[in-house]
């Protein structure tokens, strides 16, 4: 599915397709413009997809575990294509340190207290009274 299509949908549809807010994914755009526009300028052959449609490549291998073969099918593109723009993206992403998680001392420093429920779910054997001859042979009869 292309970007045009997505433009149309409602916000939880758009979300629910990509995993991100549309200002997150416009986010990631300008920041992916910027870095295609500083790779633009050592010179080289455009890209056949919008950066749009790069991220949501992206997005789609994240998102629904695609293999690169089905994602390539949808944008015209070889898998071999289709895994280095999924490299480039999210190489990108991470260096532009923007949408990173909190780290594990954030996250302890935080006022949120967590509560933790062990479930045990182990099996154990059942104690079931043996049959006895009588009741045997009781079963056998017709």
């Known amino acids: 599915m292309k970007y045009e299509i997505l433009q149309r949908l409602s916000e939880a549809d758009f979300r629910t397709l990509t ?3 549309r200002e997150t994914f416009d986010e990631m755009v300008s920041v992916l413009r910027a870095a295609d526009a ?3 300028k050592r ?3 455009p890209h ?4 749009e449609d790069r991220l949501l490549m992206a997005c789609q291998y994240w998102r629904e575990y695609r293999s690169y073969m089905h994602i390539g099918a949808d944008f015209g593109l070889v898998k071999g294509a289709v895994c280095t723009t999924i ?4 190489d990108v992403l991470i260096r532009s340190g923007k949408f990173r998680l909190p780290g ?3 996250l302890r420093a935080s006022e949120t207290e967590y509560s933790i429920v062990v479930i045990d779910a182990s099996e154990s054997r059942i ?3 043996k049959k006895t001859d009588s009741e045997q ?3 056998k009869k017709p």
Do not use: H, T, Y
């Open 43 to 45: 010179g080289g052959k």
């Open 137 to 139: 042979e009781a079963d």
């Open 87 to 90: 490299k480039w993206v999210e």
């Open 127 to 129: 104690c079931r009274p």
């Open 38 to 40: 500083e790779k633009m």
């Open 104 to 106: 594990k001392k954030a």
């Open 19 to 21: 995993g991100f807010k």
């Open 48 to 51: 056949k997809n919008s950066i």
